[in-house]
């Protein structure tokens, strides 16, 4: 498989804060046709930019001038030359061997490929109960608001047409980037397609996720953004590529 097959040029984006120890990892699953890996840097304290050069000399580095994910996700973005932008997670819950997946579903007319793990062949080895309630229920309350359908909300495996950018006019800067993404997308009337996705435990190292915390960003997010006056939302296809 080639991007010459795709007729596209891919990005990875890859944001990372003291991951050293699990790019190799991470890397080592991108496949070989993908075009250009950014990643962007916050600030770490370990060799995570060492590292990631010496595994990909050809790697872009952006070091994030702001702080969060959101932050780190939007600088990536706006670095990517890719005519298709993706974003992965750098702890090894995020299996690059599925970009594959993401592509064919954006090339066969999506323009917003949503990862999930709630459909058949997705899944997850990471996720306890209590984050997999609270992700159900802000789904549902997101599918209520928005029109949509949904099945995993708070999920960062991600692809879109970079020409979309514009109009997901991304402002936020936490963990609830990806809401933000999901609601935004669906606004603009995009065709949205759910790819089933299996999430990985991380490989080494603590999450800078808090669920509370976070989850509480992401209803504050859910109800900032939802529909003024009543409209018709485009529904996500669930999706098996």
């Not at 298709?84 to 750098?90: F, P, R």
């Not at 909300?153 to 800067?173: K, P, S, T």
């Amino acid at each position: 498989m080639s991007s010459v097959l795709f007729s596209v040029r891919v990005s990875v984006v890859v944001p990372a804060m003291n991951e050293a120890a699990n790019l190799p990892h991470v890397f080592a699953t991108l496949p070989g046709w993908v075009d250009e890996v950014i990643l962007v840097d916050g600030n770490s304290t370990d060799d995570t930019v060492a590292v990631a050069r010496r595994l990909r000399p050809e790697l872009r580095v952006v070091t994030q001038t702001g702080r969060g994910k959101g932050n780190a996700l939007t600088e990536g973005f706006a670095a990517a030359t890719g005519d298709i932008i993706v974003m992965i997670d750098a702890d090894g819950s995020t299996d690059g061997r599925e970009i594959a997946a993401f592509v064919t579903a954006l090339t066969e007319g999506a323009d917003f490929a949503k990862g999930s793990r709630y459909i058949p062949g997705g899944g997850s080895d990471d996720i306890s109960r209590t984050r997999s309630l609270g992700n159900r229920v802000l789904t549902l309350l997101t599918n209520r608001l928005h029109g949509t359908r949904y099945t995993d909300l708070c999920y960062g495996y991600n692809a879109f047409w970079a020409r979309h950018l514009d109009v997901l006019a991304l402002d936020c800067d936490g963990f609830e980037i990806e809401t933000l993404m999901n609601v935004r997308a669906a606004r603009a009337g995009l065709v949205i397609r759910e790819v089933p996705s299996h999430e990985r435990s991380r490989i080494h190292g603590a999450s800078n996720l808090h669920a509370v915390r976070d989850g509480l960003r992401v209803l504050r997010t859910i109800l900032r953004e939802r529909p003024r006056r009543s409209a018709t939302t485009p529904q996500p296809e669930p999706a098996s590529v």
